[in-house]
């Protein structure tokens, strides 16, 4: 057995500062070059280290068989500050509560009642488009999924302006959400300007979800099934009391938060990438047909795979870059004995980029995702939403509102690239996001 010092450090760490450079400026391709150092990783934050696991057997056991011996990680406890004591962040037993109460909303009856709205706020998406007027693909996709997520949590009880207000403060939140848990502590109490602002945009933004919570305590039964009734429902096993509003908002700022940052960055990847590879535009837009008048069925929407295909290699090119976690026991990992409080990571990005387990990794390719490809994904390979107890909990939903995001906009409108379309791709939220993606609109004929 081998000890924590055996494992080999990434190349490239400087004193004092370790890879904290190189996670700044070339995040992606620092991650990916990991796993060609070995199958546990050390790299240093400043002067802390932690552990990379870049074999996905290995994440497997982090998330499964030893999932015991790991909690929330760095990443999450750094957030505790900025985003509250959320499913996002918290831990033990008050965190299996919550999830408990929390996963009665994404039940597959709620799912397909959501589908509703989904359908709703792609349809007014789509009748903001004018034929040939480039629209700014990602802005307006993040619009979309604040509606969606707010409209789902709150049954539509949200006014257009305080989605205005919301849309404004998120891009800020969840900045300040991914980068903040990269650097010291200390920096969450210094006069710096980027420190303010992600203080101010959250307080904005807890000040509108309070109002929003406290509106809705005397009008609950009115919204059956929404995220916040099943909250103001729920009640502690031990005392019988409800959720104090604090820690509902705490909950509904982490749906948000979770709901709005990577289902725009996937989708918009999704139209980058058909607008470069026309066939498959067309495939997919046949499969999905004339469009009807009312929102599909979950399943309708199981009828299209070359629609999920496109969607599927989205979430694979474009996905979270980097989970952490604590270990909470001495455990062994790839022959190697972590102690207890180890710092511990993986990056879906680059087990997802592996060549060793995704034939030309680089190149969009729904095909690959269909039957009789060949091909499938190594075992534990493909975990866009993660795995074990922390587990995204809104992943069926993320998934239908994609499908149904693709086919409510596909059915009406084609998305062209522009002339001379240059995008560059943002590490600022979990999923990359692409900046300067503006397509023009074409009406299907
Ligand atoms: C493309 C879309 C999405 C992707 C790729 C994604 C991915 C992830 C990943 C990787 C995690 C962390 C898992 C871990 O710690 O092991 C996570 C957690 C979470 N996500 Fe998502 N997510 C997506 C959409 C959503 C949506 C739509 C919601 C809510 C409406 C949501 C809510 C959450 C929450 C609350 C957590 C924390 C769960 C917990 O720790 O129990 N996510 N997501």
């Given at each position: 057995m081998n000890t924590i010092r055996d494992v080999p450090t990434a190349p490239g760490g400087l004193p004092g500062v370790g890879h904290l450079h190189r996670l700044v400026r070339h995040r992606l391709r620092f991650l990916e070059s990991l796993r060609?150092?070995?199958?546990?990783?050390?790299?240093?934050?400043?002067?802390?280290?932690?552990?990379?696991?870049?074999?996905?057997?290995?994440?497997?056991q982090v998330q499964s068989s030893k999932g015991r011996s790991f909690g929330r990680g760095k990443q999450f406890q750094r957030m505790v500050p900025l985003l509250g004591h959320g499913v996002i962040t918290s831990d033990g037993e008050l965190y299996h509560r919550q999830r408990r109460t929390i996963q009665k909303a994404f039940t597959p009856a709620h799912i397909e009642r959501h589908l509703v709205a989904i359908h709703r706020q792609a349809e007014k998406l789509c009748a903001t488009w004018e034929d040939g007027r480039p629209v700014d693909v990602l802005h307006a996709l993040k619009g979309l999924a604040v509606a969606v997520t707010a409209e789902t949590l709150f049954s539509g009880r949200m006014t257009d302006q305080v989605l205005a207000q919301l849309n404004r403060v998120l891009p800020v939140?969840?900045?300040?959400?991914?980068?903040?848990?990269?650097?010291?502590?200390?920096?969450?109490?210094?006069?710096?300007?980027?420190?303010?602002?992600?203080?101010?945009?959250?307080?904005?933004?807890?000040?509108?979800?309070a109002e929003a919570v406290a509106a809705c305590r005397g009008q609950s039964s009115r919204s059956e099934g929404d995220m916040v009734a099943c909250l103001l429902a729920a009640r502690d096993p031990d005392t019988g009391r409800p959720l104090s509003d604090d820690l509902v908002c705490d909950e509904v700022i982490a749906m948000l938060i979770g709901g709005a940052a990577n289902v725009p960055a996937t989708l918009a990847w999704a139209w980058f990438h058909l607008a470069l590879r026309p066939g498959a535009?067309?495939?997919?837009?046949?499969?999905?047909?004339?469009?009807?008048?009312?929102?599909?069925?979950?399943?309708?929407?199981?009828?299209?795979?070359?629609?999920?295909?496109?969607?599927?290699?989205?979430?694979?090119?474009?996905?979270?870059?980097?989970?952490?976690?604590r270990t909470t026991a001495a455990v062994e990992l790839g022959g190697v004995m972590l102690p207890c409080g180890t710092d511990t990571a993986y990056s879906q990005h680059s087990l997802h980029t592996d060549p060793r387990f995704c034939p030309r990794p680089a190149a969009f390719s729904p095909e690959r995702w269909l039957p009789g490809s060949g091909w499938e994904p190594a075992r534990h390979a493909f975990v866009p939403f993660g795995g074990g107890r922390f587990k995204c909990v809104g992943d069926n939903f993320a998934c239908a509102v994609m499908m149904a995001t693709l086919v409510a906009v596909g059915g009406r409108w084609r998305l062209h690239r522009p002339p001379g379309l240059r995008v560059g791709v943002s590490v600022r939220e979990p999923v990359p996001s692409p900046t300067g993606l503006s397509l023009v609109p074409r009406h299907r004929s």
């Open positions: 060609q150092v070995g199958p546990l990783v050390r790299i240093r934050l400043g002067t802390a280290p932690v552990y990379v696991v870049t074999d996905p057997a290995l994440v497997h939140v969840e900045k300040a959400a991914v980068e903040r848990p990269m650097m010291p502590k200390v920096v969450d109490r210094l006069p710096l300007p980027f420190v303010r602002r992600g203080d101010e945009a959250m307080a904005g933004m807890r000040a509108v979800v535009e067309e495939r997919m837009l046949t499969e999905i047909g004339v469009p009807a008048d009312g929102p599909p069925t979950m399943a309708e929407l199981n009828r299209m795979p070359y629609t999920r295909a496109v969607m599927y290699e989205a979430m694979r090119l474009h996905s979270v870059q980097l989970v952490t976690q």
